[in-house]
């Protein structure tokens, strides 16, 4: 998802806590990663102390330390963040955020990887886990993605002692509280169809760890696999057994409980300051429409079933076959829902024609009697919908402080209802 907004500022500040100096770094450019955050830098490791502080909607300020032996360039440094031209709230939340960090006093609904020494708890299970595959750490895990809603390390490995291989590297993944299930589900769905997913080597449900086989092409969104994808996840979903699934702890997200949902993000929101009450009004014209669209593919009587939750290329990986990854946001749902939102990223007509019908096959033939392409026509505006609901509850389970970095998203979804209910001749 994506809207054509203006760049913005991050400022980016390394602290060297060993020689009590700090670097400042300015990256111009809207949405940024932790390796856009350390390349500026000029560093490989480098730790996310906390919550990024927005001083405006524009303006970004990032505090990160170095990792253990990072070696650091000489220059560019000063001994006060002030001079970089920090106003005096900011250079205090500095000051309080590394503190916090290195006495490890989480605050409020931070999480627990905003402390130094929370690295070290993930290193000792490591090295708990690794040898029972045959694998030892080689170096110390390097940070690939720290946020509020989770922390992903990239582990560098090796066979063990006496073993033959080389050097790997292997994906940690630690989840907030709010997403804490998908350790679990992850492994879980590994079971189902072990050659769609990543392969797991370890997962630690009660602290919501898990620890995954490198992905091939996760970062290259290959729109090549997405009929791939979309059969195999078809394929999965009329596989799976539910009663399993829901004894397990996969959430059900009913159509008929979207309607409350959307309702809830529509008059009730986390953002509902943050966007002025005309804005609101705008986006909740359209509510009855979709309602509509929403009870009648309900209608249609097709059962949930295990879904994604939010399938983009981006969530594909692999060089021939699909393997689909990040199941935070997996559920029960309507099985066409994650099929609208794979069809949504293909570049033309006849790609997403080609993922439907991939997808649709094989719930044809299980359900000759529905009306499938009735049901199709229906989920532009109830899959748009459902990531309304969706995107509301990850702003809930994010830090208030945190919020700012999905906000933008929130209008967009609802001009996207907009244009669907435009686009289906019923405004």
Not at 3 to 31: C, F, K, N, Y
Request: hydrophobic fraction near 45%.
């Amino acid at each position: 998802m994506s809207t054509a907004r203006p760049s913005r500022l991050h400022r980016v500040v390394l602290l060297d806590p060993s020689r009590d100096r700090w670097r400042v770094v300015d990256v111009d450019q809207r949405w940024v990663d932790h390796g856009d955050l350390t390349a500026a830098l000029g560093v490989e490791r480098a730790w996310k102390c906390g919550t990024p502080r927005w001083e405006t909607d524009d303006r970004v300020v990032h505090l990160l330390v170095p990792g253990e032996g990072e070696s650091l360039a000489e220059d560019g440094w000063s001994r006060d963040p002030a001079e970089a031209g920090f106003d005096e709230a900011t250079v205090d939340w500095l000051v309080a955020t590394y503190d916090a960090w290195r006495t490890g006093r989480v605050v409020v609904t931070g999480q627990p990887w905003w402390s130094a020494a929370w690295a070290g708890e993930v290193t000792a299970w490591l090295d708990e886990v690794l040898p029972a595959v045959g694998l030892a750490r080689v170096a110390a895990p390097v940070p690939a993605k720290l946020w509020s809603l989770s922390a992903v390390l990239r582990v560098p490995v090796a066979a063990a002692e006496g073993q033959a291989g080389g050097v790997r590297h292997l994906w940690f993944k630690a989840t907030c509280e709010g997403f804490r299930a998908e350790p679990s589900l992850t492994a879980l769905v590994a079971g189902l169809a072990p050659d769609l997913t990543p392969d797991v080597v370890a997962v630690d449900p009660g602290r919501a760890w898990m620890l995954l086989e490198e992905l091939t092409g996760a970062d290259a969104a290959p729109a090549h696999l997405a009929v791939g994808a979309a059969a195999g996840m078809a394929g999965l979903q009329l596989g799976a057994d539910r009663a399993d699934l829901l004894a397990a702890g996969v959430e059900e997200r009913t159509l008929a409980g979207l309607v409350g949902e959307l309702h809830r993000a529509l008059h009730d929101s986390v953002l509902s300051n943050r966007f002025p009450a005309h804005r609101w009004a705008e986006w909740a014209e359209v509510e009855p429409w979709v309602v509509e669209q929403i009870e009648a593919l309900d209608a249609i009587g097709l059962p949930t079933a295990l879904s994604h939750g939010d399938l983009h290329l981006g969530n594909i990986a692999g060089d021939s076959t699909p393997v689909v990854f990040d199941w935070t946001d997996a559920c029960l749902t309507h099985p066409y829902l994650d099929a609208r939102h794979l069809a949504n990223e293909c570049s033309d007509e006849e790609h997403a024609a080609q993922v439907w019908t991939a997808w649709s096959q094989p719930w044809r033939a299980a359900y000759p009697d529905v009306d499938h392409d009735r049901a199709w026509s229906l989920t532009p505006a109830v899959e748009t919908a459902f990531q309304v609901a969706t995107y509301e509850r990850i702003l809930r389970a994010q830090d208030p402080d945190s919020r700012s970095d999905l906000a933008a998203v929130v209008p967009w979804l609802h001009e996207q209802l907009r244009a669907a209910r435009d686009a289906a001749g019923a405004g």
